[in-house]
């Protein structure tokens, strides 16, 4: 069975798609899985084993430019790719206008979240078969449960990411390391830099860590210098491909993050994780809990570098 899962954006969200995607791979082993994703985010899908093909657009690129002929070809292109391919069913996880619109475009039946329970209602007038889904889940269980009522079977156990770490970069120093997530898409969700470098000291002499601060933009880099220059040992990251970050994060002997993408990263690649809030819900978008993994914080909180080490070491069998 040839079937496309739409999920275009963003990192997390693609990150809690994979268990779903582990999950119905082992009921259908047979399946040929096609993902389409944005460019930015494609190398994602790419990571998971269980998906063959991974189709990119670029929507948000396209929205930009839209009055270019050039846009308007590369529209074109991707709508005879999606339409030429024989799919038996798309399924749309997102639930949004921009996933349910090229999700149309395969030409091909079309299922996803129900009216109240996609995140935008009118995306559901796309879909052939409507599934509803409580809002009151987690995203990886909505996620779960929506591909479960599609294709046919019970979720089971805890979610199994199914991802493996990739390779370690070679630029890291061989040793031992802590990868300090501290970058975020809003400055309210940040951790103060007095705490980042508390820790940074307190993993280097307690613990015998180089921390390892990664960075997407000039702002985040200078950032990332800033802290590293206060910490006894510390590098800061070149700039990484996805790819390359998954093989950093999966590799790291600690974690500690705030709420982005890669947190949710390396909560799949299960690595000692400590992931701090302090402007949205854990309970909603947090981290899979395991023993390896903690969230910390919540709306208008602010954990303390105590918490953080505490969560990273006392419940586990650390080495």
Same mark, same amino acid.
């Given at each position: ?38 460019? %930015? ?7 998971? *084993? ?9 929507w948000r690129r396209w929205s930009k430019r839209w ?29 949004l206008l921009k996933s349910a619109l090229p999700a ?15 995140? =935008? ?37 805890? *979610? ?8 370690? *970069? ?27 470098? =508390? ?8 613990? #015998? ?8 933009? #000039? ?9 590293? %220059?206060?910490?006894? %040992?510390?590098?800061?990251? *070149?700039?990484?491909?996805?790819? =390359? ?13 705030? #709420? ?13 994780? %400590? ?13 899979? =809990? ?30």
């Open positions: 069975m040839n079937v496309l899962i739409v999920r275009t954006s963003s990192m997390g969200d693609l990150i809690h798609t994979w268990p779903a995607i582990s999950e119905l791979k082992a009921h259908y082993p047979n399946f040929r899985i096609s993902w389409l994703a944005e460019e %930015a985010f494609a190398d994602i899908a790419r990571l998971h *084993p269980a998906v063959d093909r991974v189709i990119a657009l670029n009055w270019l002929p050039s846009t308007w070809r590369e529209i074109r292109a991707l709508r005879r790719q999606l339409r030429d391919t024989p799919w038996e069913l798309v399924v749309d996880s997102q639930g149309s475009w395969a030409k091909a039946p079309l299922t996803g979240y129900g009216w109240g329970s996609a995140r =935008e209602s009118l995306a559901s007038c796309f879909y052939d078969k409507r599934h509803k889904v409580d809002w009151s889940l987690s995203a990886i269980e909505r996620n779960r449960l929506l591909f479960a009522r599609v294709f046919g079977y019970q979720p089971q156990g805890a *979610p199994r990411f199914g991802v493996p770490a990739g390779e370690r *970069p070679s630029w890291v120093l061989s040793g031992r390391y802590a990868v300090l997530l501290h970058a975020t898409s809003k400055t309210s969700k940040e951790w103060p830099e007095g705490h980042w470098v =508390e820790l940074g000291k307190r993993l280097s002499m307690q613990h #015998d860590l180089v921390m390892v601060l990664p960075w997407g933009n #000039d702002r985040e880099r200078q950032r990332a210098e800033r802290l590293a %220059a206060q910490m006894p %040992a510390a590098v800061v990251a *070149p700039k990484m491909n996805l790819i =390359e970050a998954a093989g950093l994060l999966g590799h790291a002997n600690a974690v500690v993050g705030v #709420d982005t993408g890669l947190t949710h990263l390396a909560n799949a690649l299960n690595v000692p994780l %400590a992931a701090i809030y302090t402007d949205t819900d854990p309970a909603a978008t947090g981290v899979v =809990e395991t023993p390896w993994a903690t969230n910390l914080g919540g709306i208008g909180l602010c954990p303390s570098v105590d918490e953080a080490l505490q969560a990273l070491f006392t419940r586990k069998d650390w080495t």
